[in-house]
């Protein structure tokens, strides 16, 4: 069956120029707004259109995007229906998703990590001082312009409010929602996860990033599954032969993936903040507080 292409036509004043990518449930065009400039514009897919829980997600990932305001964050101008429509707004970042740079790369320096690192977790942190839990972080859902050094987090496609009422849950008691390669241990079981949920999703992150490896294999999503239940990570020291970090660095990644949330560091500004000076000593580069941690600090918040 063709897929729709809604090029050309105009949804509550953002001109849809052209269809640049497309997933399970939902199109994505490049569009022209006349106050937002450039911008990108998600529709749901047609067949989902007379789909209760579709579009009950989909408006609830447009509203919890709403809800979120940080500079990493990728920024949400509008959503809604119109002519039996459903779309979300957003602004348009430059750069690529992160899992492309990473596949060209292969793995990034520890600087560039930590960076990068810094930014999603003043992005993430945002999003937990309003009450909401990422709980699919993943590189296919970051922007990362190596340009500029900006990464942006985006899609709170399977986002949950932490106040939110057991009864409006859109999943499942027993089926974990996520990414199995970066999805917290926690999770699996598919009942409701905190902020460490989304600390051990960064570690993971950050652990692939720097080795182009996860901490965990398997040859089946089955054998992958036990071992995040059963077996601790690999070390980072021993991810790559060839590779060897600081140990603080290691120590710092390897808290973040602690199998015991309580045992991760206690929010994701901690978690950056450990990286940061785990990839100082790393490079000998100088120690200076990172912006959002200092923020954190500021702001009351654990760092």
């Not at 340009?147 to 999943?171: C, H, N, Y």
């Not at 080795?211 to 040859?219: A, E, F, I, M």
Request: charged share 25%; net charge negative.
């Amino acid at each position: 069956m063709a897929q729709e292409n809604l090029a050309g036509r105009s949804i509550a004043g953002y001109r849809l120029l052209e269809r640049v990518g497309e997933g399970g449930t939902a199109t994505v065009y490049r569009a022209e707004h006349d106050v937002h400039g450039r911008c990108a514009v998600k529709t749901l897919r047609e067949r989902l259109r007379d789909d209760p829980t579709a579009v009950k997600r989909f408006l609830r990932e447009a509203g919890y995007g709403s809800r979120v305001r940080h500079p990493n964050v990728v920024r949400t101008y509008d959503y809604g229906d119109t002519e039996g429509l459903y779309y979300l707004a957003l602004e348009w970042a430059d750069g690529e998703p992160l899992a492309e740079a990473l596949a060209r790369h292969r793995r990034l320096p520890a600087p560039e990590v930590a960076h990068i690192v810094e930014q999603l977790a003043g992005a993430l942190d945002a999003a937990h001082a309003v009450g909401i839990i990422h709980r699919d972080l993943k590189p296919e859902n970051i922007v990362y312009d190596a340009s500029s050094g900006t990464a942006k987090l985006l899609d709170f496609g399977i986002a949950r409010d932490a106040e939110e009422d057991p009864a409006e849950r859109l999943t499942r008691t027993g089926f974990f929602v996520g990414t199995l390669q970066y999805v917290a241990p926690e999770a699996l079981s598919g009942e409701l996860v905190g902020e460490a949920a989304d600390i051990y999703s960064l570690a993971t992150i950050t652990y692939h990033l720097l080795t182009g490896v996860h901490p965990y294999t398997g040859r089946s999503p089955r054998e992958l599954f036990q071992k995040l239940l059963t077996e601790p990570p690999t070390p980072l020291n021993e991810a790559v032969k060839e590779l060897q970090f600081a140990r603080e660095l290691e120590n710092a990644v390897m808290k973040g993936l602690a199998r015991d949330a309580a045992d991760r560091q206690a929010s994701v500004l901690a978690f950056a903040d450990d990286v940061r000076r785990g990839a100082a000593s790393e490079s000998g580069a100088p120690l200076k507080r990172g912006i959002f941690s200092l923020l954190g600090s500021l702001m009351g918040r654990k760092s």
